[in-house]
């Protein structure tokens, strides 16, 4: 069996400006990173435009730590709608390094349902990333050499800033460290860290601007921390923002690539979904809508996760009103939920899809308290037994939701079309149905406490007395009215990690807030979210390698 990599090689690319020009877009438009990667500039998007076409988000069930194939199958969904007429990009999000090298691989979908040129999409793509990474780093400059430099005229408390420093890389020692050592001229000593830069409020923020101007006042706003006398401390404080958006001036553009059979896909930003919105950039979805009939894209982890950020904090700010949702089911992960260690997840157990089917049930119920009709689309792998997929399809029909079984991966389009038609059914079908779960304008506690009873099945929200004293202080310095966006484990529709299927009858317990106030929401820390991963025993890294002639191999 061919590897992703093996697929990817052996498919003949188009010229980037034939893609372009499937959208509309001239050459003369275009910004060229050699034959195959352009990037889009900001004024091709057309707001009206925008509106009058269908967006469909894809999101999953909980997942395993391999993950269900959430970008395969947006890939293949948008392969096989264009197969049945529907002029269709997928727009998804750019692959970090950390996970590229450490344990889940890249981004850029799986088998006949890719991106392309893939490694370069999960490599250094177009510098994006790097621009997040020095934008981020220019204020944590700025801040010590205030501090050193300036005599603190801000009166800052170097005990109480809150912006660390970041770097695409899993590295668990820089989790923690102290800066300023080495005596009076080398700074001022207090602990810091280092967070992923898909972690950055500088990604977050690019994924929520509408164009270069509203990113540069998201940067301003960007809470640095507290003075002495507990007053907030802003970027624009530094007079950071102007060179930090400079910073950006490439880097806010989208980047335009293709599909294996030759179709349009947009990749922009790359927020994670445990600690950040965990969605492409709201330009990228937009550029995606102006110049096709439908847009596919994805968001991150579970339903509960990704998808309720979407839905509640991007298509809020954005105007955004999907029209259809797919729900990615994989026959491993029901097992998985019903109880099945890792390692036996290939051998056939109907009645262990059974016991895991309560955890599809809850995600296809959170899609609906959106108002949206989700389309469950089982992910197909080799080791499924017919028997374990007929447990799911009877338990979709009885629950009367539309399911389709996709095998992009090993099909491409082809695989793809029996879910494209419902899909497009579905779409068809709504046009304003779309509802956030709640206002902006609510309490901090009331917005939290709908997120989880509602999308979580908690019972209750708890929150220790520092929480209790930050939304007392949120609401001091004006900035409780923002969306909520709730950082926990992606391994359970709880706060706990070792709560599988559909856990009833918790409380979520959120021991303190971060805030992204540039970004322009609140983020709750519900138990331990690490910013920072660490790498595996067996990293990815150790298969990835390259020949005196640039072929690259093990890279997945």
Not at 88 to 100: D, Q
Not at 263 to 282: D, S, V
Not at 346 to 360: C, H, I, R
Not at 504 to 524: Q, S
Request: glycine fraction near 8%; aromatic fraction near 6%.
């Amino acid at each position: 069996m061919k590897s992703d990599l093996d697929i990817a090689k052996a498919s003949k690319m188009r010229p980037i400006t034939e893609i372009a020009a499937k959208l509309g877009i001239q050459e003369s438009d275009l910004h060229l990173y050699g034959k195959h990667i352009a990037k889009l500039p900001v004024k091709l998007i057309d707001e009206k435009a925008a509106r009058q076409k269908k967006l469909v988000l894809v999101t999953a069930i909980t997942p395993t730590p391999a993950g269900e194939g959430k970008t395969t199958t947006s890939i293949g969904l948008t392969e096989g709608l264009n197969r049945i007429g529907v002029k269709t990009t997928v727009v998804i999000r750019e692959p970090s390094l950390g996970p590229v090298f450490g344990i889940k691989g890249g981004a850029a979908g799986g088998g006949f349902a890719q991106v392309l040129p893939m490694e370069d999409i999960n490599l250094h793509f177009t510098g994006d990333l790097a621009a997040v990474e020095k934008a981020h780093n220019l204020l944590s400059a700025l801040i010590d050499n205030h501090l050193q430099s300036k005599n603190n005229s801000l009166n800052l408390d170097p005990r109480k800033i809150i912006w660390k420093r970041v770097i695409d890389m899993n590295e668990r020692a820089l989790r923690d460290i102290i800066v300023g050592l080495g005596g009076p001229k080398q700074g001022i000593p207090r602990q810091t860290g280092f967070d992923i830069t898909a972690a950055s409020e500088i990604m977050a923020a690019l994924c929520l601007a509408k164009d270069l101007e509203d990113l540069k006042e998201k940067f301003g706003n960007i809470l640095v921390g507290f003075t002495y006398d507990d007053e907030p401390v802003y970027a624009r404080d530094f007079k950071a923002q102007g060179a930090m958006a400079a910073l950006m001036k490439y880097a806010i553009m989208p980047n335009l690539v293709q599909t294996i059979e030759g179709n349009p896909a947009i990749i922009h930003g790359g927020p994670f979904a445990n600690i950040a919105q965990g969605t492409n950039t709201l330009i990228a979805t937009k550029m995606g809508l102006t110049h096709s009939d439908f847009v596919v894209t994805e968001a991150g982890f579970a339903s509960e996760l990704g998808a309720e950020k979407f839905l509640d904090i991007k298509c809020q700010y954005g105007g955004l009103s999907p029209n259809a949702s797919v729900v990615v089911a994989t026959i491993r992960a029901l097992k998985y939920h019903g109880g099945v260690k890792l390692a036996k997840l290939t051998e056939d157990n109907p009645e262990a899809v059974k016991k895991g089917l309560p955890n599809l049930e809850k995600h296809i119920e959170n899609i609906k308290h959106f108002n949206l009709n989700p389309v469950v689309a089982i992910n197909k792998f080799a080791t499924d037994s017919d028997a374990e997929i007929e447990a799911v399809r009877a338990r979709c029909e009885e629950l009367g939701v539309k399911v389709a079984i996709c095998e992009a991966w090993a099909k491409g389009g082809e695989g793809a079309i029996e879910l494209a038609k419902l899909v497009k059914e579905e779409a068809d079908k709504c046009t304003t149905c779309f509802k956030p779960l709640y206002d902006f304008d609510w309490d901090v506690e009331k917005k939290l406490h709908t997120i989880a009873t509602k999308l979580y099945g908690a019972d209750h929200v708890e929150y220790t007395v520092k929480a209790k004293a930050q939304i007392k202080q949120f609401e001091k310095i004006g900035i409780d009215k923002l969306p909520v966006c709730v950082a926990k484990t992606q391994k359970s529709l709880s706060d706990d990690q070792y709560k599988l299927g559909r856990p009833t009858g918790f409380t979520v317990k959120i021991r303190e807030f971060e805030v992204a106030a540039g970004a322009g929401f609140l983020i709750p820390i519900a138990g331990t979210i690490m910013r920072m991963p660490g790498l595996p025993s067996h990293p990815s890294a150790e298969n990835i390698d390259i020949d005196k002639d640039g072929n690259i191999s093990g890279l997945f």
